[in-house]
Protein backbone atom coordinates (compact mmCIF):
# COMPACT_ATOMS: atom_id res chain seq x y z
CA UNK A 1 0.00 0.00 0.00
CA UNK A 2 1.04 3.55 -0.33
CA UNK A 3 0.10 6.21 2.59
CA UNK A 4 2.12 9.87 2.98
CA UNK A 5 1.52 12.38 5.69
CA UNK A 6 2.37 15.93 6.41
CA UNK A 7 1.21 18.53 8.87
CA UNK A 8 -1.36 20.75 7.40
CA UNK A 9 -0.33 24.55 8.34
CA UNK A 10 3.09 26.10 9.63
CA UNK A 11 3.37 29.63 10.65
CA UNK A 12 6.66 30.93 10.78
CA UNK A 13 8.37 34.63 10.85
CA UNK A 14 10.35 36.24 8.10
CA UNK A 15 13.88 35.44 8.58
CA UNK A 16 13.13 32.60 10.64
CA UNK A 17 13.89 28.54 9.34
CA UNK A 18 11.04 26.35 9.41
CA UNK A 19 11.33 22.83 8.89
CA UNK A 20 8.35 21.11 6.71
CA UNK A 21 8.33 17.15 7.73
CA UNK A 22 7.03 14.45 5.66
CA UNK A 23 6.50 10.84 6.35
CA UNK A 24 5.72 7.44 4.28
CA UNK A 25 5.23 4.25 3.67
CA UNK A 26 5.78 2.70 0.13
CA UNK A 27 6.45 -1.12 -0.63
CA UNK A 28 8.63 0.39 -4.05
CA UNK A 29 10.48 3.74 -3.70
CA UNK A 30 11.44 5.77 -6.37
CA UNK A 31 12.82 8.78 -4.49
CA UNK A 32 11.14 11.53 -2.89
CA UNK A 33 10.33 14.58 -4.38
CA UNK A 34 9.37 18.32 -2.80
CA UNK A 35 7.39 20.81 -4.61
CA UNK A 36 6.21 23.74 -3.83
CA UNK A 37 2.49 25.74 -5.24
CA UNK A 38 1.37 28.96 -4.94
CA UNK A 39 -2.41 29.37 -4.49
CA UNK A 40 -3.74 29.14 -8.26
CA UNK A 41 -0.87 28.15 -9.59
CA UNK A 42 0.66 24.82 -10.52
CA UNK A 43 3.57 22.79 -8.34
CA UNK A 44 6.89 23.89 -8.88
CA UNK A 45 9.76 21.89 -8.40
CA UNK A 46 12.09 22.33 -5.53
CA UNK A 47 14.20 19.22 -5.00
CA UNK A 48 14.67 15.14 -5.60
CA UNK A 49 16.14 13.25 -2.67
CA UNK A 50 17.04 8.98 -4.00
CA UNK A 51 19.42 8.85 -1.42
CA UNK A 52 19.67 9.47 1.89
CA UNK A 53 21.60 12.76 3.40
CA UNK A 54 20.93 16.08 3.07
CA UNK A 55 20.70 18.05 0.04
CA UNK A 56 20.94 21.91 -0.01
CA UNK A 57 20.02 24.11 -3.12
CA UNK A 58 20.23 27.76 -1.52
CA UNK A 59 17.68 28.37 1.12
CA UNK A 60 16.67 25.48 0.63
CA UNK A 61 17.33 22.01 1.61
CA UNK A 62 15.90 18.52 1.51
CA UNK A 63 16.72 15.41 3.65
CA UNK A 64 15.93 11.43 3.28
CA UNK A 65 15.98 8.43 5.51
CA UNK A 66 14.95 5.77 3.59
CA UNK A 67 15.22 3.51 6.66
CA UNK A 68 12.85 5.81 8.63
CA UNK A 69 10.50 6.42 5.92
CA UNK A 70 10.85 9.90 6.45
CA UNK A 71 12.01 13.43 4.81
CA UNK A 72 11.92 16.98 5.23
CA UNK A 73 12.26 20.28 3.64
CA UNK A 74 14.31 22.98 5.34
CA UNK A 75 13.42 26.28 4.68
CA UNK A 76 16.29 29.22 5.67
CA UNK A 77 16.01 32.91 5.92
CA UNK A 78 12.38 32.78 5.33
CA UNK A 79 10.96 36.01 3.03
CA UNK A 80 6.96 37.12 2.74
CA UNK A 81 6.88 34.95 -1.02
CA UNK A 82 7.60 31.51 1.20
CA UNK A 83 3.73 31.41 1.78
CA UNK A 84 2.53 28.85 -0.46
CA UNK A 85 2.04 24.90 0.19
CA UNK A 86 4.87 22.62 0.14
CA UNK A 87 4.15 19.43 -1.35
CA UNK A 88 6.10 16.29 -1.22
CA UNK A 89 6.06 13.13 -3.56
CA UNK A 90 6.93 9.78 -4.33
CA UNK A 91 7.09 6.99 -6.50
CA UNK A 92 6.56 6.71 -10.72
CA UNK A 93 3.14 7.77 -10.90
CA UNK A 94 4.03 10.52 -7.65
CA UNK A 95 1.61 10.02 -4.91
CA UNK A 96 1.17 13.53 -3.59
CA UNK A 97 1.09 14.15 0.50
CA UNK A 98 -1.73 16.40 1.74
CA UNK A 99 0.56 19.57 1.56
CA UNK A 100 1.36 21.77 4.17
CA UNK A 101 0.18 25.30 3.99
CA UNK A 102 3.16 27.79 5.45
CA UNK A 103 2.27 31.38 6.12
CA UNK A 104 5.70 33.72 7.06
CA UNK A 105 4.15 36.31 8.80
CA UNK A 106 6.43 40.08 8.78
CA UNK B 1 9.55 29.46 -21.00
CA UNK B 2 6.91 27.00 -20.75
CA UNK B 3 7.50 23.41 -21.16
CA UNK B 4 3.81 22.47 -20.90
CA UNK B 5 0.69 24.35 -21.47
CA UNK B 6 -3.25 24.28 -20.73
CA UNK B 7 -5.70 25.19 -22.55
CA UNK B 8 -8.33 26.66 -21.43
CA UNK B 9 -6.80 28.26 -18.49
CA UNK B 10 -10.58 28.50 -16.84
CA UNK B 11 -13.93 27.80 -17.79
CA UNK B 12 -17.53 27.48 -16.46
CA UNK B 13 -19.57 25.88 -17.55
CA UNK B 14 -23.30 24.61 -17.01
CA UNK B 15 -24.49 20.89 -15.35
CA UNK B 16 -24.82 18.36 -17.58
CA UNK B 17 -22.58 19.85 -20.66
CA UNK B 18 -19.05 18.73 -21.47
CA UNK B 19 -15.60 20.31 -21.40
CA UNK B 20 -12.70 19.73 -22.80
CA UNK B 21 -9.15 20.43 -21.35
CA UNK B 22 -5.82 20.20 -23.51
CA UNK B 23 -2.30 19.73 -22.32
CA UNK B 24 0.14 20.52 -24.97
CA UNK B 25 4.13 19.38 -24.29
CA UNK B 26 5.91 22.35 -25.99
CA UNK B 27 9.77 20.94 -25.66
CA UNK B 28 9.25 17.34 -25.22
CA UNK B 29 8.14 14.39 -26.68
CA UNK B 30 5.77 12.50 -24.38
CA UNK B 31 4.70 9.23 -24.45
CA UNK B 32 2.79 9.52 -21.07
CA UNK B 33 0.93 12.41 -19.33
CA UNK B 34 -0.61 12.98 -16.12
CA UNK B 35 -3.56 14.00 -15.05
CA UNK B 36 -4.70 15.31 -11.78
CA UNK B 37 -7.34 17.29 -9.79
CA UNK B 38 -7.20 19.14 -6.65
CA UNK B 39 -9.51 20.46 -4.56
CA UNK B 40 -9.59 23.71 -2.70
CA UNK B 41 -6.96 23.49 0.10
CA UNK B 42 -6.21 19.97 -0.73
CA UNK B 43 -3.32 18.09 -2.45
CA UNK B 44 -3.10 17.17 -5.58
CA UNK B 45 -5.09 13.50 -6.50
CA UNK B 46 -3.59 11.79 -9.67
CA UNK B 47 -6.51 10.51 -12.12
CA UNK B 48 -5.14 8.89 -14.81
CA UNK B 49 -2.20 8.26 -16.57
CA UNK B 50 -2.26 9.22 -20.14
CA UNK B 51 -0.15 7.03 -22.67
CA UNK B 52 0.23 7.81 -26.08
CA UNK B 53 -1.17 5.48 -28.75
CA UNK B 54 -3.12 3.29 -26.41
CA UNK B 55 -5.74 3.59 -23.61
CA UNK B 56 -5.57 5.80 -20.38
CA UNK B 57 -4.57 4.14 -17.01
CA UNK B 58 -7.18 5.18 -14.25
CA UNK B 59 -6.90 5.59 -11.02
CA UNK B 60 -9.43 3.33 -8.40
CA UNK B 61 -12.41 5.61 -7.91
CA UNK B 62 -12.27 7.73 -11.32
CA UNK B 63 -14.43 7.14 -13.89
CA UNK B 64 -13.18 6.29 -17.31
CA UNK B 65 -16.41 6.90 -18.93
CA UNK B 66 -17.20 10.27 -17.17
CA UNK B 67 -13.51 11.21 -17.59
CA UNK B 68 -12.44 10.57 -21.16
CA UNK B 69 -8.88 10.88 -22.08
CA UNK B 70 -7.26 10.97 -25.54
CA UNK B 71 -3.45 11.09 -26.23
CA UNK B 72 -3.22 11.68 -29.79
CA UNK B 73 0.14 12.79 -30.34
CA UNK B 74 3.26 13.00 -28.45
CA UNK B 75 2.62 16.78 -27.50
CA UNK B 76 -1.08 16.31 -26.90
CA UNK B 77 -3.18 15.14 -24.55
CA UNK B 78 -7.35 15.65 -23.91
CA UNK B 79 -9.33 15.25 -20.86
CA UNK B 80 -12.95 15.75 -21.55
CA UNK B 81 -15.61 15.95 -18.67
CA UNK B 82 -18.58 14.69 -20.01
CA UNK B 83 -21.73 15.35 -18.32
CA UNK B 84 -20.24 17.69 -15.96
CA UNK B 85 -21.67 18.31 -12.30
CA UNK B 86 -21.13 21.20 -9.41
CA UNK B 87 -19.19 18.16 -7.69
CA UNK B 88 -16.66 18.34 -10.74
CA UNK B 89 -15.74 22.06 -10.20
CA UNK B 90 -12.30 21.59 -9.23
CA UNK B 91 -8.45 23.11 -10.84
CA UNK B 92 -6.92 20.24 -13.48
CA UNK B 93 -3.36 20.26 -13.63
CA UNK B 94 -1.83 17.95 -16.48
CA UNK B 95 2.22 16.40 -15.86
CA UNK B 96 4.78 15.70 -18.89
CA UNK B 97 7.76 13.23 -16.88
CA UNK B 98 10.87 14.27 -17.43
CA UNK B 99 13.27 10.81 -17.30
CA UNK B 100 12.62 9.42 -14.53
CA UNK B 101 13.55 12.44 -11.77
CA UNK B 102 10.67 15.13 -12.36
CA UNK B 103 7.16 16.20 -13.89
CA UNK B 104 6.63 19.53 -15.67
CA UNK B 105 3.14 20.84 -14.74
CA UNK B 106 1.42 22.72 -17.30
CA UNK B 107 -0.47 25.65 -15.45
CA UNK B 108 -3.80 24.42 -14.94
CA UNK B 109 -7.15 24.79 -15.74
CA UNK B 110 -9.92 25.60 -13.50
CA UNK B 111 -13.25 24.19 -13.70
CA UNK B 112 -16.20 25.41 -12.69
CA UNK B 113 -19.59 23.75 -13.25
CA UNK B 114 -23.08 26.17 -12.57
Known amino acids: GQNIDQPTEMTATEGAIVQINCTYQ??????LFWYQQHAGEAPTFLSY????GLEEKGRFSSFLSRSKGYSYLLLKELQMKDSASYLC???????FGPGTRLSVLP | GAVVSQHPSWVICKSGTSVKIECRSL??????MFWYRQFPKQSLMLMAT?????????EQGVEKDKFLINHASLTLSTLTVTSAHPEDSSFYIC??????????FGPGTRLTVT
Open chain 2, 50 to 58: SNEGSKATY
Open chain 1, 26 to 31: TSGFNG
Open chain 1, 89 to 95: AYGQNFV
Open chain 1, 49 to 52: NVLD
Open chain 2, 95 to 104: SVPILSDEQY
Open chain 2, 27 to 32: DFQATT
